[in-house]
């Protein structure tokens, strides 16, 4: 943020690091979306009650099915890479609705 000009957006690897980027943001007196959009990923309540926009998976099924998928490969079987289902949910941090009342 030293620079200008600054970036359009920021992608952060998991929700908390999303909302340190916010706190950032509103430190150095820029505006999220207005000056920089922000976007996490998990969709963690906490990211739900800050109005951070995210992209949610399914981490139980993930963790459950990477699970599987090592064992599979200890007992000696062949795996394939597998993509998950994500969902972008658009809230407040990247120009989603505000809250109403």
């Not at 998991?14 to 509103?26: E, F, M, T």
Request: no cysteine; proline share 7%.
């Amino acid at each position: 943020l030293a620079n200008r000009p600054y970036p359009d957006a920021i992608f952060a690897m998991h929700d908390l690091g999303a909302l340190g980027a916010l706190s950032v943001l509103r430190e150095s007196g820029l505006a999220t979306p207005d000056d920089v959009a922000v976007v996490g990923y998990y969709d963690t309540p906490l990211a739900a009650a800050e109005g951070l926009s995210s992209v949610g998976t399914e981490l139980r099924y993930m963790g459950r099915r990477s699970l599987e998928l090592l064992l599979d490969r200890l007992a000696g079987q062949e795996t394939e890479s597998e993509t998950v289902p994500v969902k972008l949910i658009i809230r407040q941090s990247s120009g989603g609705p505000r809250p109403t009342g």
